[in-house]
């Protein structure tokens, strides 16, 4: 098992208007000694925007913005913006977040060659209705079961006018082109898929249409293990290492006492990053204090932001929905555990196939037995 290192509590909510309910999920970039923060900040009523911190070294608060650095313009983000990732390609800086109407969650792009004006690109991802997508998905029967077994989570929505839009969410670009491309992750539940293209103006509904007629062949990670059972989520960028692409992304499981998320890894090839070189098989971190278990969401440690100080991993992560919180790791002992679970079969990783696994033949509900029975799970701000 790796030692991982909870750092504590970075943020919590203020005063301020705009982050008067909740703090989480930063997005994490590193320059020289001083890493920049941009979180989602939620205001009473669950609305949500963009805030701004900046730490001297991993942990020391150094700057924090009393209005936030991007907030709620167009009517498809009404109810908010959430979630970032960052990443500087080049000379500009690719700031990627989920906008919500209340209705759907999308991923949408903003651009800045200074990280301090940003200008938004809008939606990114596919705009097509569920029932559309499983109409272009749902005659592959080597697909996932629950890539079209979603429909009661639509239902659920309040959506008397059929507006819903196929949820994705968590886009993260890999921090450099590949192959001289423009590569990035994006999360269609319950697996995480990926994306190549030359050019943004690429991104088209037609270019979407024909990415799903084909999709099974863009999914890089299917949930697989216990801890990750409901769906899966890319988190942090990739870090590059000389083993491959280091990718944190978290984990859903729905047990007896709700939904518990955690973080996990994997690996993935340098120059083929659609393949899965390592995957660890437990969690890397999960749930573990109070201010972890309980919150506006209980039972979340939901990373999305990473950054390397003198050979230590530091991991930013929403804690319950309700702050941030951070978590290091020495990054070689990291990356040996896991290049010790090389994927022999990669078929396994995003297909439909029953996996064994020896030592997590363990019910689902046994890997939980260390926390504390809780109370039910307060008021969600929305399904992740």
């Known amino acids: 098992m790796i030692k991982v290192t909870k750092e504590g509590i970075l943020l919590s909510k203020s005063q301020l208007e705009f982050e008067n309910e909740a703090v989480m ?12 923060l941009i979180y989602r900040a939620v205001k009473e009523g669950n609305f949500s925007s963009l805030g701004y911190c900046r730490l001297e070294g991993p942990l020391k608060v150094d700057e924090r913005w009393d209005e936030p ?5 167009m009517e498809y983000e009404s109810h908010g913006l959430e979630d970032p990732r960052i990443v500087k390609i080049e000379e500009c800086y690719y700031l990627t977040y989920t906008v919500y109407d209340g209705i759907s969650a999308l991923g949408a792009l903003a651009l800045s060659r200074d990280m301090k004006m940003f200008k938004k690109h809008g939606i990114i991802t596919p705009m097509v209705h569920y029932d559309e997508f499983v109409s272009l998905v749902g005659s592959d029967k080597l697909l996932h079961k629950n890539y079209i077994q979603n429909q009661l989570f639509y ?3 309040d959506d008397k006018e059929g507006n819903a839009l196929t949820w994705d969410k968590d886009v993260v670009f890999f921090p450099r082109k590949i192959n001289g491309q423009l590569v990035f992750l994006h999360r269609i539940r319950p697996g995480i898929q990926i994306v190549t293209i030359n050019t943004l103006n690429e991104l088209s509904q037609d270019f979407w249409l024909n990415y799903l007629k084909n999709f099974r062949d863009h999914i890089v990670l299917d949930p697989i293990f216990p801890h990750e059972s409901s769906y899966i989520g890319s988190g942090c960028p990739p870090i590059e290492t000389e083993y491959g692409w280091l990718l944190i992304y978290h984990g859903a499981a729905d047990t007896e006492k709700g939904m518990y998320y955690t973080a996990c890894a994997a690996m993935l090839d340098l120059n083929i990053p659609s393949k899965v070189l390592a995957r660890l098989p437990y969690p890397l ?4 204090y109070d201010w972890e278990e309980n919150g506006i969401v209980d039972h979340v440690v939901f990373p999305t932001g990473a ?7 530091f991991i930013y992560y929403g804690a319950a929905d309700s702050r941030i919180a951070c978590a290091s790791i020495i990054l070689e002992e990291l990356i040996t555990e896991l290049m010790s679970y090389a994927v022999k079969d990669e078929t ?3 297909s439909n196939t029953s996996i064994v696994v020896s030592d997590l033949t363990t019910d ?3 890997m939980w ?6 109370e039910t799970t307060k008021n969600q701000l929305h399904e992740k």
Request: hydrophobic residues 35%; glycine residues 4%; aromatic residues 4%.
């Open 69 to 73: 650095i991007l907030s709620s313009e």
């Open 25 to 36: 999920n930063p997005a994490a970039i590193i320059d020289g000694g001083t890493v920049h």
């Open 369 to 374: 037995k260390p926390v504390q029975k809780l």
């Open 348 to 350: 396994n990783t995003h």
């Open 364 to 366: 689902i509900s046994e």
């Open 307 to 313: 950054v390397v100080f003198n050979e230590r991993l």
């Open 285 to 288: 971190f999960r749930p573990d």
């Open 155 to 157: 239902e659920k929505l």
